[in-house]
């Protein structure tokens, strides 16, 4: 599942093609917190420069998303009903123009509107401004209203279970990528690093191509003594990723190290 939300997000911010409106919906409230939240960071991050699907995670505004005190995003939650004069609340704060270009709400279990409040809301829906993104979430979509949820983009983060297998199933396919450019490089490096470049796209891909590396190095570092230069090599590009240099920039030194090393990866297949 993160494997092709992260996807979705890079696409959509690569292209600055950001809806007006998003709802998020799943049976585990800290999948979708941790979810919207990395995707609001990625929008706001003073440090990513490349509209990439990226936050830094210690710039001033991330630490204020995180603590909820950051001027721009604005969030509704209620441990009842939501109400109309909370809804119109939110309207007044966001009658206030953006600081740095663009605000954004979140209203927690949109479900819980009373019905006053999901009829405000929906009037603000269809006529979005330009510098305004709803953030919707739901534990129960069935009970959202519907003209509400026609007017957003849904998205869907699955259930408990789902979640688990798609972590799984991504490994699966980062092993696999990875088995298959190690065999391939010998054979042919360029036609091996369009492949890798081509499938791995996100800062978790990143790290987990160089961790299953790191995996098949201990596996075969007996075998080949050369491959200390290897694992020197990868233990600096995690390295400048945690120093929240661009991830597919530290893949593409990483594959250019490997040809300019000249390093034996056969064994690593």
Not at 36 to 60: M, Q, T
Request: charged content about 30%; hydrophobic content about 40%.
């Amino acid at each position: 599942m993160e494997y092709s939300i992260d996807k979705y997000f890079e696409n959509i911010l690569k292209s600055d093609k950001l809806s007006h409106a998003y709802l998020f919906f799943s049976n585990n409230e800290e999948v979708i917190s941790y979810t919207i939240l990395r995707f609001v960071k990625s929008i706001f991050c003073r440090n990513n420069f490349n509209n990439n699907f990226y936050y830094c995670d210690e710039c001033k505004v991330c630490k204020q998303i995180d603590n909820n005190n950051y001027i721009d995003f604005l969030i509704i939650e209620s441990d009842n009903s939501i109400k109309k004069e909370e809804i119109n609340f939110l309207k007044n704060k966001l009658s206030i123009k953006s600081t740095f270009g663009k605000k954004i709400y979140w209203i927690k279990d949109v479900d819980r509107l009373t019905p006053q409040a999901a009829n405000s809301l929906l009037k603000f829906l269809e006529e979005p401004e330009d510098d305004i993104i709803a953030i919707l979430s739901s534990l129960n979509l069935a009970a959202s209203l519907k003209t509400i949820v026609s007017r957003c983009q849904v998205i869907n983060l699955g259930n408990k279970e789902e979640q688990k297998i798609s972590f799984e199933d991504n490994y699966e396919k980062i092993l696999n990528l990875s088995n298959l450019f190690y065999k391939d490089f010998s054979k042919n490096k360029n036609l091996a690093i369009i492949n890798l470049l081509d499938n791995i796209l996100s800062k978790e891909d990143v790290n987990l191509f160089l961790d299953i590396t790191i995996e098949k190095i201990r596996n075969n570092i007996k075998e080949n003594i050369n491959l200390f230069r290897l694992y020197e090599i990868i233990i600096k590009s995690k390295s400048d990723i945690s120093l929240n240099v661009n991830a597919s920039l530290v893949l593409e030194s990483f594959l250019f190290d490997l040809i300019k090393e000249n390093i034996d990866v056969g064994s690593l297949k």
